[in-house]
Nanobody
């Protein structure tokens, strides 16, 4: 059974850094996209960054470009996607989720409506940035 588990959230001061990890176990797919999304209280879920198995260029939301970096490591039946977050801002406070969709490009993954249920979701990790 595929499971996505996030870790690395926490409380950090503005300007600080955090590194989130999303480990997808029993993940035997060759064609997929995995993305980081966030949802702040009272706001809609929004994509932050996405990476795919078939494309070399990841996606970053305009609000995080130049500050966040997505990367991945592949092992047998396991994919780990990292999100290095630097120069964090208070508006980055949210629950961060990773999601995986099989057989899609990044553009396709991002084309779905905001409440779309991707194939696999993690439980989320809280990121709080204090001012």
């Amino acid at each position: 059974e595929v499971q996505l588990v996030e870790s690395g959230g926490g409380l950090v001061q503005a300007g600080g850094s955090l590194r989130l990890s999303c480990t997808a176990s029993e993940f035997t797919f060759d064609d997929y996209a995995i993305g980081w999304f966030r949802q702040a209280p009272g706001k809609e879920r929004e994509p932050v960054s996405c990476i795919s198995s078939s494309e070399g260029t990841p996606y970053y939301a305009d609000s995080v470009k130049g500050r966040f970096t997505i990367s991945s490591d592949n092992a047998k039946n396991t994919v780990t996607v990292y999100l290095q977050m630097n120069s964090l801002k208070p508006e980055g406070t949210a629950v961060y989720y990773c999601a995986a969709e099989v057989g899609v490009t990044i553009a396709r993954m991002l084309s779905y409506p905001g409440n779309y249920e991707y194939d696999y979701w993690g439980q989320g990790t809280q990121v709080t940035v204090s001012s």
